[in-house]
C-alpha cells in the first residue's frame, strides 16, 4: 500500500536516538524519550494560495528532520510506526557536511 498525504502534511518515521551515552552508560527503554528527529517518507503536494496556486513544501523526501516533542499523529502502516504532521511542525532540516556523507 502507497500513502500520499493531502496538502501541506508530511509523512515522517523516527530515527531511533542511540541507546548509550557519551560515558558509555546504557539507557533503559523505560528511561528513553520519543526521538525528535526524523527521514521524511513522503510529501504533499503544498497548500493553496488565494488565487488557487499551489505553495510546494520546503522539505522533500529522504530530507532528515526536527520535530516538536507533540508534533504529528502517530499512525501505523504496513507495519511501520509512522507521524503525519503539517510542515509548519517541522522545525528544521539536517543537512550533512561533504566530509560527514563520505564518510557515511
Known sequence: ????????????????AEEKTAGGII???????KP???EVVAVGPGTRDESGKVAALDVKTGDRVLFGKWSG???????QD???MKESDIMGVI???AKAQKAA
Do not use: W, Y
Open 82 to 84: 509512522l507521524l503525519i
Open 27 to 33: 539507557i533503559p527503554d523505560t528511561a528513553k524519550e
Open 36 to 38: 525528535q528527529e526524523g
Open 1 to 16: 500500500m502507497t500513502f500520499r498525504p493531502l496538502h501541506d502534511r508530511v509523512v515522517v518515521r523516527r530515527i531511533e
Open 95 to 97: 543537512e550533512q557536511s
Open 73 to 79: 499523529t502517530e499512525v501505523r502502516i504496513d507495519g
